[in-house]
């Protein structure tokens, strides 16, 4: 009698436990099989996580950014770990500024540029367009390819020195002076897009006109989705 309560009492347990566990939304991470934290992969890799902290075009942290880690889809963190390897041949690395960022962020930026009276970041990022043409001028889009989890904006660091190199114009200056082949820059400055420009694009990335810094992942694992999940 008492092995045949035991026996019921676990098969009680069981039933529980899946009547309760619900199933996990949707925008819940799938780290576990689509996407990876980029440190991970390559720890070494170097960051300055500016939609996590207050240097960037709003001023302000973002939402959805709730912790300063990278996500990447699998195929673009193991593209962008070839360029790594590449660049640390000749003294270089990668230091990155934003990967994946959630729909939510998107919507946070979409509210913030309707608000005519917010212009706290406009002289140091966008100093000659006001801030409701960016979207217009395509700095800034409603869905972004960030979202897809395969776009990345970065730059190339000396290994010796730890230097950011000299790209012509800092990140997320929206200017013609950022698009990638601006006239107006030295010698060595083009030459150093250009040498981020083919490194990324020999590794399967194909590189946005306007920005030096912005990347995606020719053959994107989630072409047509833009996910939400925070980043924690």
Do not use: C
Request: glycine letters at 4%.
């Amino acid at each position: 009698m008492k092995l045949n309560v035991v026996i019921k009492t676990i098969v009680i347990l069981i039933l529980v436990s899946f009547t309760t566990t619900s199933e996990p939304p949707l925008d819940t991470p799938p780290l576990h099989q689509d996407f990876v934290y980029l440190k991970e992969l390559m720890p070494n890799l170097r960051s300055d996580l500016r939609y996590f902290g207050s240097n960037n075009f709003v001023g302000q942290r973002i939402e959805g950014y709730n912790a300063p880690k990278i996500i990447l889809s699998k195929e673009a963190a193991e593209a962008l770990q070839k360029v790594q390897e590449e660049l640390e041949r000749i003294g270089f690395g990668l230091l990155i500024y934003d990967a994946y960022r959630p729909q939510q962020a998107v919507d946070f930026f979409i509210g913030w540029s309707q608000d005519d009276s917010d212009t706290l970041m406009k002289e140091e990022f966008y100093p000659n367009i006001d801030k409701k043409d960016l979207f217009k001028e395509g700095y800034i889009s409603k869905q972004s390819g960030h979202s897809r989890g395969s776009t990345v904006d970065l730059t190339i660091v000396s290994l010796k020195t730890r230097h950011i190199l000299n790209m012509g114009s800092p990140y997320d200056l929206f200017d013609e002076k950022s698009n990638i082949d601006y006239p107006h820059i030295t010698k060595n400055q083009h030459a150093l897009r250009l040498l981020l420009k083919r490194r990324m694009e020999k590794h399967g990335f194909k590189s946005y006109e306007k920005e030096w810094w912005h990347f995606t992942l020719i053959n994107e694992p989630f072409p047509d989705t833009y996910f939400n999940f925070p980043i924690e």
